[in-house]
């Protein structure tokens, strides 16, 4: 009985957070050959920009600012979610000549 | 020290530039396909040497890196070479190649703690610097089957960011 009278604010706050996550978007950066594509992404706060590793190498993506670590093995996809504005820098730290930048507007 | 090293390094130049200028003329895709499969296996069995050798937790992982990116290259280049239906041919490159190795290997035995770590990530900036130079201006416009080229192609950008890993940790050690 508890538990019925309690779903229905359960369901509110799910589909509140479905809404949310709804209007955030996901951005692909695809790496082949060691390479970032593309290279530079306009993202705002709350999109999740997701790695696809194309290669059989193993590859990270470290943000220059430190904030985070994306470990993106072979054939394998990554993804960090955006919480911040402003312009990321990020490289491979094992292949440092893979570069990347992500631009993060404020949320609209 | 620095003297040292650095005519240890001009030595690598003089003795690949010289290697290479043997094969007299483009060296053919089988030797190239050797060549470049060699210049692999000499850096795994230089971060073996690492591994057994440093404590440092940087230069573990880099040699790591190294065993890591470099079987899974000599594992493409093997398959296509398989696939090509070629076989490797021994020449003075690679003989070159792993002779300057194996001595360098040696001089390196002799060394321990921070001066091996330094020796050796020194030495694998100067040798990746070595091949890369080599891979441009000689084994990558020789290619002529475009898979091999390819690959060759990947594996230049793989041994341009070893080579700027391998400064990073250099400076790191400084």
């Not at chain 1, 509110?12 to 955030?24: D, E, M, P, T, Y």
């Not at chain 1, 220059?64 to 394998?76: F, I, M, R, Y």
């Not at chain 2, 091949?131 to 201006?137: D, H, K, P, T, Y």
Request: with cysteine; aromatic share 4%; charged share 20%.
């Amino acid at each position: 009985m508890t538990l019925r009278r309690n779903s229905l604010p359960v369901l509110v706050v799910i589909s509140g957070l479905l809404s949310v996550s709804a209007r955030a978007e996901t951005i692909q950066v695809t790496i082949d050959k060691l390479v970032f594509a593309p290279a530079e992404v306009n993202a705002k706060i709350g999109d999740t920009i997701e790695w696809v590793n194309k290669d059989s190498l193993l590859h990270n993506a470290k943000a220059t600012n430190g904030d985070w670590t994306v470990n993106l093995p072979p054939k394998q996809n990554g993804q960090v979610v955006l919480k911040k504005a402003g312009t990321i820098d990020y490289s491979c730290t094992f292949h440092p000549n893979m570069k990347g930048r992500i631009i993060v507007a404020p949320a609209s | 020290m620095f003297a040292k090293l650095s005519a240890g390094v001009a030595m690598i130049c003089l003795l690949s530039a010289s290697a290479l200028a043997q094969g007299a003329g483009k060296p053919t895709d089988p030797q190239i396909a050797h060549i470049a499969y060699t210049a692999g296996q000499l850096d795994i069995e230089a971060a073996k040497q690492a591994l057994e050798k440093s404590k440092n937790k940087e230069v573990r992982e880099f040699a790591q890196d190294m065993v890591r990116d470099h079987t899974e290259v000599n594992k493409q280049a093997l398959a296509l070479v398989k696939k090509l239906n070629v076989t490797p041919q021994d020449n003075d490159t690679s003989r070159g190649l792993t002779k300057q190795a194996a001595a360098k290997r040696d001089e390196l035995a002799k060394l321990n703690g921070t001066a091996f770590d330094k020796a050796y990530v020194a030495s694998e900036v100067a040798y990746h610097k070595t091949v890369n130079g080599a891979l441009e201006s000689t084994l990558i416009p020789s290619a002529n089957n475009a898979q091999l080229k390819d690959l060759l192609q990947t594996g230049l950008k793989i041994f341009q960011g070893h080579q700027q890993h391998a400064e990073h940790v250099a400076a790191d050690l400084k």
